[in-house]
């Protein structure tokens, strides 16, 4: 029951999470062109482009917060599993889910922080120095970005209770992993 509600919010969350890498890719190719007309700019011409500036800055903001969902999604981002894996199984799985409530937590009151911040930027016109471009919407992306990889990690909580119940799904799961085999058997030997 847990697993398959698990598999679902993932399903959820992966549209999104895609499109907002995908967005990613693109500003990166963006910058790498503003980037390298403006270098060519400076030593050929001896002008540079003068909104390099803001549009890197603003790139980047879809470039940094963009991918971060699809790689919690992926399991790709930083994590610290060789003390985690040295647990036994229900400490190990009950530690997961005290990391995936808190970090969910505390992206959610990043995102929150962020679309205040971004409303502040629409109230008083927050824009960038050259192109004059709104930072705004630039804002909504990074909050769309960190409230993605909080519903990431929230949508984990349901695998790792399905996990601790032993559910039939959350097994199939574990015998998916590469070493999964090692763990079964240290499972079985530790009498858990």
Wanted: proline residues 6%; aromatic residues 8%.
């Amino acid at each position: 029951m847990f697993t398959r509600a698990a598999k679902y919010m993932n399903k959820v969350v992966s549209y999104p999470s895609n499109l907002l890498s995908g967005m990613a890719m693109v500003a990166m190719v963006v910058v790498m062109l503003i980037v390298v007309v403006d270098v060519l700019g400076r030593w050929l011409f001896k002008s540079p482009l003068r909104p390099t500036w803001d549009t890197v800055t603003l790139a980047f903001s879809i470039i940094v917060w963009g991918p971060m969902a699809l790689a919690a999604l992926k399991g790709s981002h930083i994590t610290m599993t060789f003390l985690l894996d040295r647990f036994p199984r229900l400490p190990r799985l009950v530690l997961k889910l005290i990391i995936a409530l808190v970090s969910s937590g505390i992206l959610g009151i990043v995102t929150w922080r962020l679309v205040v911040y971004g409303i502040n930027q629409g109230e008083f016109g927050g824009q960038t120095g050259v192109l004059k471009i709104p930072w705004e919407p630039f804002v909504y992306v990074a909050a769309c970005g960190c409230g993605l990889m909080a519903l990431v990690f929230l949508a984990g909580v349901p695998e790792t209770v399905g996990k601790i119940r032993r559910e039939p799904e959350a097994v199939e799961t574990i015998q998916k992993e590469p070493d999964a085999v090692e763990k079964i058997e240290k499972m079985k030997g530790s009498g858990i």
